[in-house]
Structures are given as structure tokens and as C-alpha cells.
């Protein structure tokens, strides 16, 4: 893990709807290798600042940078080094298992040999390699999911943007989810995951808790239960979003 | 006629070759708050469906209140409340408007019930002219919960209601759930979250369409019959991959920043673990003794029952 690098920077990020401050002056640094969580209440704003990570929506001011590349000039370069995966998970179910790698893989321009192995390690690895001729929608849930964060990562992205990606799965398979995540961090593709399992948070290197549009805790999890005195993240979390509707 | 809120008897159901529900058999007692707890594919939203007449089960009994769910359909849908996974609110009709479409469908009115629905209608009534659309998350639900309760149900369903719901929201609507209860009506409630069950008065641990363990939280926590150590160590990764290949180990999953291990011997020692763990490298190791969570006993249940 090479932490000295910076991967994403954010300087003083606003995005404004009308007059109302989505994200009001939003300030962080990710590292590379780092998974880094992205908390908040629903309607905090973390799906605007994704968002604008991604290079799909700019910002309405601020500086931002990721993989060193400009949020407002350069969103192909962005889309280009960056992998994404939802809980809506973009996979074809009327696609087998291998079209579906396939077809991610054509999207980001690997070379028909190079996507060949790369497939077939990834079926490998994954314990798929009998159910390559599976069609997606006949595969259970966890297997998408782990297949979904594979694909995300298939282009070797510097980053990867996890929005909630383990809803609905029992506790062993959301564990063999994780045990992916940190092996793509210990290979140095960063991580930045957004969670409602306060668990999970725990998983990460650090964490941040944005309340109605602002940033108002960065640390790492056991910094932050230090400073709100808290047994668990599930506490702080308690202790920090109470949210105003 | 039973003392039961809700009686199910041997109740199984396939879709085509999958099958939904293996001889599922429980009863809740009136003015109970019973949760069905596990993951997607459990058969949580098919039992609720059957118990709410939506579908028929291909074998067993089910009653409601009282009611066969199979031969007393319209009094089931007359007398439950139900508040479906995907709420079925009415997107361009406003808050108001969708409250009063539901009390009409059953014969009332909101004046009529307002008693019962104030404590979760008065926190969105201040929106009351705003089309349902246009609400959060959070409020949606708030209004989802009202109308399944407006004509005042004897027992209620709700089908993973705090699914993706963070966890301010998740604690705000289960103490609504518990001033529901304690106006005396029986409540069935799934959730994929785990540490819900603890808010419950008795739970069904589901997996694959079987029912792995009835119970009190308390009870299926007391009933864990390993010793569960809590280890920490400067590198979680670590730690997890090496007690994976250690001969003496029965389980290890993470548990935010700690793993929780169980031998598969009750004699091993923690000076025994230690040196384990040292020998892997590990250092700044703590090892503690811990109380089982219902994550716990979930997953030990599943290692037990390895139905996938």
C-alpha cells in the first residue's frame, strides 16, 4: 500500500440545486490503497458528490482532482481510471456470466487476448468457471455481487466507487464481499464506499460522516470513537447524523 | 379458533423450480412483534404474501386473526395492514390525498382513526399538500407506515421496511413500531439487518426458505453453545487469512475491527491463540472472551444448516 499518494483531492467542493447547498464546502483527501468510507443519513448529499467524482455532474465550485485529473475538463479521462458499482448493479441478466465480462471488458478497451485471460482468472477466482454459460439472472445474489465488483475493477481503475454494494445478502456473503475489497486495496486500487451497515464502516481506513450537505467528522474509525466516546461506529453515527426533516 | 395472532402450519411454496418455502411452522402471539430475519432469497416477502392472501401456498394452513388465508381472503384484507418492500404509495396524489385514498378503500375515514396514526402522521402532516413523489426517503416511509394503519389493523406486515434506510431513520421507525405494539397490535416484520432482531420479541431465523431457529433474541444468544473469543491485532486482514489455515479453528469472521474466533475445541487457551498469532506475525494482539451477537448465531446456524 502506497499511502503518500494522493488520489482524489477536494478542495472547498460546492454544488448548489436551486438555493439549496447539496454539498456546502467539502474538504478531503483519499490516498491510494485507502478504503475509505463515505457516510451519511439518506439525503446527506452523498450520491451528489459521487456524482461529481465520477465526472458526471460538475460541481458548482471548488477544486477537485481525481486520479490527478480535473473534475470539470477532463471527465473521459476520469471515467477512463475509475471503476463504479451500485447496489443496482449494471450487470445484463440476459447476458451468460462470460458476455457480461465481456462485454465490460470491450467497453473499456481491453485487447481481445488480454481480455481472454483476464477472464478466465477472474472466473478463477471467483469459483465460476462451471457457471460461465450461466445467465446472470440465474445466479444467486452474492455471486452477482462479487461478479459486479469484478467487473467494476476489470479496466485495473486507480479507483473504485462502491455505493452501497452489499444490501440484501445474508452475513457470510456480504464477509466474502469485504475479503475482495481488501484484496483489490492490498493490490493498491483505492476504495471509496458509501454503507449503511455501520459494521462495515469499521472495515475502512478512514471515515467520513457528512450531515445535511458538510462534512462534519473525518477520521479513522477508532479516532472517531475516541472522540465521540463511543463503543462502536453504530454510536457515533447515532451521535452525529440525528437528521432534520 | 386458536389464541394465535398469526398460526402457520407446514406452509410450502415453489416457483416453478425454485422452491420458496420448505414446511415453514410458527405462530405469533397476539400483540407480539416478531421478526423474520435473514437474507434476500430467505422466503421473508413469500410468507408474508401468503399470510396477507396475495398467494396461495401449494401445501399446508395458514390463519390470520382467526381467518384461513386461503378461504377467508376478504376478511384477511379487511382486517391486516400491510406495507409491501416497494411502498405502494400513490406518486402524484399528495400525502393528504394518498392518507384519505386508503382510509375510503376501507370504509373510514382519517378523522375516524387519527388516534392511531397521529404519532407517524403529525411528523409529515406539515407536508400534507406535497405530492408523495416529492418526499425523502425517510417521509415516504412515515406515510407508507399511516396508510397500512388508517383502518386500524388488527395485525400488521411490513416487508423489510428499514432496507437501505441508514440508521438514524432505522432507530426512529422501530420505536414507532414498539408505541404500535404497545396499543396492542401484533406485528410480523422482516429485515436483512441482523442486529434488529434484538428489537424484537421473538424472532425466525431464516435462510433458503427454512426457518433455522425460533426464538428471543435473548434466548437464541444464550443458546450459542461455543466459546467465542474477540481477537484484534494490528492488521484484520491478517489475522482473518491465518486463522483460516489454522487446523484449530471452527469459525473466524470480521467483526469491524475485531475478528470473532471459535476453536474447534473448547479446551484451547488463549495463551494457545496468542502464540498462534504471534507466530504469524502479528502484532499489538488483544484477546478477550465476548457475549455471541444474533450475527453470531446466524452465521453458526448457516455452517450448521448448509442448505446453499
Request: glycine share 8%; hydrophobic share 40%.
Amino acid at each position: 500500500m502506497n499511502q503518500s499518494i494522493n488520489i482524489i483531492e477536494v478542495e472547498g467542493l460546492s454544488k448548489k440545486f436551486g438555493d439549496f447547498y447539496a454539498n456546502d464546502n467539502l474538504n478531503f483527501v483519499v490516498k491510494q490503497g485507502e478504503i475509505f468510507g463515505f457516510l451519511g443519513a439518506n439525503g446527506a448529499g452523498k450520491t451528489t458528490a459521487i456524482r461529481i467524482l465520477c465526472g458526471l455532474s460538475k460541481p458548482t465550485s471548488g477544486k477537485i482532482k481525481v486520479a490527478n485529473f480535473d473534475v470539470y475538463k477532463q471527465t473521459e479521462e476520469i471515467k477512463k481510471n475509475i471503476g463504479y458499482m451500485s447496489q443496482k448493479f449494471s450487470l445484463y441478466e440476459d447476458l451468460t456470466v462470460e458476455e457480461n465480462i465481456e462485454f465490460y471488458g470491450g467497453i473499456y478497451g481491453l485487447k481481445r487476448k488480454v481480455l481472454k485471460e483476464k477472464t478466465n482468472e477472474l472466473l478463477k477466482k471467483l469459483k465460476l468457471e462451471d457457471k460461465r454459460a450461466k445467465l446472470i439472472k440465474e445466479i444467486p445474489l452474492g455471486w452477482k455481487q462479487r461478479l459486479a465488483f469484478s467487473i467494476a475493477i476489470i479496466h485495473e481503475p486507480k479507483i473504485v466507487f462502491l455505493d452501497e454494494p452489499t444490501g440484501g445478502v445474508d452475513p457470510v456473503t456480504r464477509r466474502h464481499f469485504w475479503d475482495l475489497i481488501y484484496e483489490a486495496a492490498q493490490e493498491g486500487i483505492t476504495i471509496f464506499v458509501t454503507t449503511h451497515y455501520m459494521d462495515e464502516a469499521e472495515y475502512c481506513d478512514r471515515v467520513s460522516i457528512m450531515v445535511a450537505g458538510k462534512i462534519i467528522a473525518l477520521d479513522t474509525p477508532d479516532g472517531l470513537k475516541k472522540t465521540y466516546k463511543s463503543q462502536n461506529m453504530n454510536e457515533v453515527f447515532l451521535q452525529l447524523a440525528r437528521t432534520e426533516e | 379458533m386458536s389464541n394465535f395472532s398469526i398460526d402457520i402450519q407446514n406452509i410450502n411454496k415453489s416457483y416453478e423450480k425454485t422452491t420458496a418455502l420448505k414446511n415453514i411452522n410458527l405462530s405469533v402471539n397476539k400483540g407480539e412483534l416478531f421478526g423474520l430475519v435473514g437474507p434476500d432469497g430467505a422466503g421473508k416477502t413469500s410468507l408474508i404474501r401468503i399470510l396477507t392472501s396475495l398467494v396461495l401456498p401449494d401445501s399446508g394452513q395458514a390463519f390470520v386473526d382467526g381467518f384461513d388465508v386461503v378461504k377467508d381472503y376478504k376478511k384477511i384484507r379487511q382486517n391486516v395492514g400491510y406495507m409491501p418492500g416497494k411502498f405502494s404509495l400513490y406518486m402524484d396524489l399528495t400525502v393528504l390525498e394518498n392518507l384519505n385514498f386508503f382510509a375510503t378503500i376501507f370504509g373510514t375515514t382519517i378523522e375516524e382513526n387519527y388516534e392511531l396514526v397521529k404519532p407517524i402522521y403529525s411528523q409529515i402532516e406539515s407536508f400534507k399538500h406535497r405530492k408523495a413523489g416529492a418526499l425523502s426517503g425517510g417521509m415516504k416511509q412515515k406515510l407508507a407506515l399511516s396508510c397500512a394503519l388508517i383502518h386500524k389493523p388488527t395485525v400488521l406486515f411490513l416487508d423489510e421496511p428499514t432496507t437501505g434506510v441508514d440508521a438514524v431513520s432505522r432507530v426512529e421507525f422501530w420505536g414507532m413500531l414498539k408505541d404500535l405494539k404497545s396499543k396492542g397490535i401484533s406485528i410480523l416484520v422482516s429485515t436483512p439487518y441482523m442486529d434488529e432482531a434484538e428489537l424484537c420479541d421473538r424472532v425466525a431465523l431464516m435462510q433458503s426458505g427454512e426457518i433455522m431457529q425460533i426464538n428471543s433474541p435473548q434466548q437464541i444468544v444464550n443458546d450459542f453453545s461455543h466459546t467465542l473469543w474477540q481477537l484484534k491485532s494490528d492488521n484484520l486482514y491478517k489475522t482473518l487469512q491465518s486463522l483460516r489455515n489454522w487446523d484449530k479453528t471452527h469459525s473466524a469472521h470480521a467483526f469491524g475491527q475485531s475478528v470473532h474466533f471459535v476453536a474447534n475445541s473448547s479446551k484451547i487457551t488463549s495463551s494457545e491463540i496468542k502464540e498462534y498469532m504471534e507466530e504469524a506475525g502479528l502484532e499489538n494482539i488483544e484477546i478477550s472472551g465476548i457475549k455471541a451477537s444474533i450475527e453470531d448465531c446466524f452465521m453458526e446456524l448457516m455452517t450448521n444448516n448448509p442448505t446453499n
